[in-house]
């Protein structure tokens, strides 16, 4: 049975300090809550807060450690980087990869991703991969041919094995940070499709066993009606997990 998974990315957001101040503040606030069937809480911090960030969610005992990012390479000469093996050294459990930023703002193409998922598949990690269209691609009404690409190019590659370790991230770009939801039909639709894509690549029960996430401007108040759609697996959730009320809202909201 998949899980249902509800992600904090804190993107290059947030000091040390506040950082650590509101992990604590998740943690006790959710340390309180008997968390729904099945669900799972990340918190992807910047990078030089996951190990201190680590052993705080290592206390609490409930939430996981994501990362933002990953370089594709075990180890070497390639300054500024973390490979997954480090990441994994200090705690992580999932990375984010293909987020529209990374493929928008520091080119990250198919074949990169690609490398990236290896990576962080050889390392243990679980790999949570981010496809979505753009406004122009929607109103051209090109998003099923846009996302399948994305699925073929991007994941489809795996082995079986390797699929089962992966979740989906379905974030329509012009939902992001804009305020502007996808409908939960919207997002009920895509989720669906993506799911029969999977069904199609691999077998029907790789395709019940996948995780997928809404991400785009998912909050406190919507997030209910999100989760309540029956291939929508919880969220990726940017703003609204920068703090502690709004994120437990969410964790709550199945
Ligand atoms: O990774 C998170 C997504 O990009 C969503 O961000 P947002 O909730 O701020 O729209």
């Keep these: 049975m998949r899980k249902n998974i509800v992600a904090g990315n804190w993107k290059m957001n947030m000091t040390y300090q506040d950082g650590l101040a509101l992990v604590s503040e998740i943690t006790n606030m959710v340390a309180d809550e008997t968390l729904g069937a099945n669900v799972e809480v990340v918190i992807a911090p910047p990078a030089p807060f996951l190990h201190s960030v680590g052993k705080l969610l290592a206390e609490g005992g409930k939430i996981h450690l994501g990362a933002q990012n990953c370089h594709q390479k075990e180890s070497g000469a390639y300054t500024g980087e973390i490979s997954a093996k480090q990441l994994q050294s200090v705690g992580v459990e999932y990375v984010i990869l293909g987020h529209s930023e990374r493929r928008q703002y520091f080119g990250e193409d198919d074949e990169l991703l690609s490398q990236k998922l290896k990576a962080v598949l050889a390392a243990g990690l679980k790999p949570i991969f981010c496809i979505g269209e753009s406004l122009e691609t929607r109103e051209a009404d090109e998003t099923f041919a846009f996302l399948t690409t994305q699925l073929k190019n991007g994941l489809f590659h ?3 094995e390797e699929f089962a370790q992966v979740v989906i991230a379905y974030e ?9 939801t996808a409908t939960s039909q919207q997002a009920q639709e895509v989720h669906a499709f993506i799911r029969e894509q999977i069904a199609g690549a691999y077998d029907a029960e790789a395709a019940l066993n996948t995780t997928i996430l809404y991400g785009g401007s998912a909050n406190a108040q919507n997030a209910r009606e999100l989760f309540s759609q ?3 697996d919880g969220g990726l959730i940017g703003g609204a997990s920068l703090k502690s009320r709004d994120f437990t809202e969410i964790i709550k909201s199945f």
Excluded: C, Q, R, Y
């Excluded at 329509?172 to 502007?180: H, N, Y």
């Design 172 to 180: 329509p770009i012009w939902a992001i940070g804009t305020g502007k």
């Design 230 to 232: 029956p291939d929508v």
């Design 158 to 160: 795996l082995s079986n």
